[in-house]
């Protein structure tokens, strides 16, 4: 990227979006292909015909709008947040917020349509992938790290992880327990409900927690020793490339997820047939999909040598899943306290715990803890579509 432009000035040569032409760099001829390709694939979708075209161009054209807008929304969050005199990191979380916004709608309207409809199985699977989505961000956040330190060794951890985020991580991993704890005693109780729910007000608990902590975060970040964001786009420039950027993403979410949703309806029975777990598989597939714009976030971050803006991103994202869009979701339409939901929930808290312990050990991430979780992110994944009973 450029150098900054430190003053804008109407009388100026340059005109004001030299910064957007200078970063859509996808040529005239890779907007007119994705273009025609988005009107295939609507009028496809509408006609309800060719389903595994349909499927094909969803995924297809999805991806694209996850990643390539994700690099406009990266250069536009960094360059607001160093306008605004924030840190690196600091841009990170908020672009996280932005990107996690795809997974929100996504959870919550299978939330309420689980809920209006009462399907018990569709509202498992809006809470499991809202958690799946929070442990591939953990999974991204170990590529991140491999991707980080395999030359230039351990990666020291930002100084504002180390003191706000491990103080949110702390009690996040309480809240989770406590809600684990909660399921298993409605479930082994005398007096057990016969479909135990998480309490709408612990919900609004957990919805305020993220408030304050974001709070609390951007008052103290500006003085933060690893550095403030350093704008490359005038004010104009970072703005249309956001908006354009967030557009992009959200776009991609429900493309994605409508995709998914195709896919269930045609294959869900042959899925079961073979001794998978179908609503397993299918909350992977959609917090996967709902998590993709984030991790084009964080993928590109990363390889242009943002590692505040990445690992900001990841470790917000988790935390963001967890208490923002969670506590949300379960402030309108109550989190179902079965199996699945408890398993889940009892392995993020384990996988946050891992996580704080790399962080504070030695304030340090390197390359074999990168590995480790990943590796762990794996073995989770398989334990949840091949351990729990259909």
Do not use: C
């Not at 932005?98 to 997974?103: F, I, K, L, V």
């Not at 949300?328 to 199996?339: E, N, S």
């Amino acid at each position: 990227m450029g150098e900054p432009s430190i003053i804008e000035s109407a009388d100026n040569d340059q005109p004001h979006l030299h910064g957007v032409r200078d970063s859509l760099v996808a040529g005239k001829k890779e907007f007119a292909v994705v273009i025609g390709l988005l009107v295939v694939y609507f009028y496809l979708r509408l006609a309800g015909i060719e389903p595994v075209l349909v499927l094909s161009l969803g995924f297809l054209v999805g991806i694209w709008l996850a990643f390539r807008p994700s690099e406009w929304a990266v250069e536009g969050i960094e360059s607001a947040a160093g306008y605004l005199g924030y840190t690196a990191y600091m841009a990170g979380i908020l672009s996280s917020l932005a990107s996690n916004m795809p997974e929100a709608v996504i959870s919550g309207i299978a939330a309420y349509t689980g809920w209006t409809n009462n399907q018990p199985d569709l509202q498992d699977i809006a809470v499991l992938s809202v958690l799946i989505a929070a442990g591939f961000n953990m999974l991204l956040l170990g590529v991140t790290i491999i991707i980080s330190t395999r030359k230039s060794g351990p990666l020291k951890v930002p100084e504002e992880a180390i003191r706000k985020d491990s103080v949110l991580i702390r009690w996040t991993i309480v809240a989770l327990i406590s809600m684990f704890a909660l399921g298993i005693l409605d479930m082994v109780g005398p007096d057990s409900p016969l479909n135990p729910k998480f309490p709408a007000v612990a919900s609004f608990t957990l919805f305020l927690s993220y408030i304050i902590y974001t709070g609390a975060l951007a008052k103290g970040g500006v003085t933060d020793t690893t550095g403030k964001a350093q704008p490359s786009h005038r004010k104009r420039s970072a703005l249309v490339l956001a908006l354009m950027g967030f557009i992009g993403i959200f776009l991609a979410g429900e493309i994605l997820t409508d995709s998914v949703e195709l896919f269930l309806d045609r294959f869900s029975e042959s899925v079961s047939a073979l001794g998978i777990n179908h609503v397993a598989i299918a909350a992977l597939i959609l917090g996967a999909a709902g998590a993709l714009p984030e991790h084009g976030i964080a993928l590109i971050a990363a390889a242009k040598g943002k590692v505040g803006l990445a690992i900001g991103n990841l470790i917000g994202g988790v935390l963001q899943i967890v208490l923002l869009v969670m506590g949300g979701i379960g402030m309108f339409v109550l989190i179902p306290l079965d199996r699945y939901v408890l398993f889940q929930i009892i392995v993020i808290a384990g996988s946050l715990w891992f996580l704080k312990r790399a962080i504070t050990d030695d304030q340090k991430l390197d390359l074999f803890e990168g590995a480790m979780i990943i590796l762990l992110q794996v073995y989770v994944f398989i334990l949840l579509i091949a351990g729990t009973p259909i």
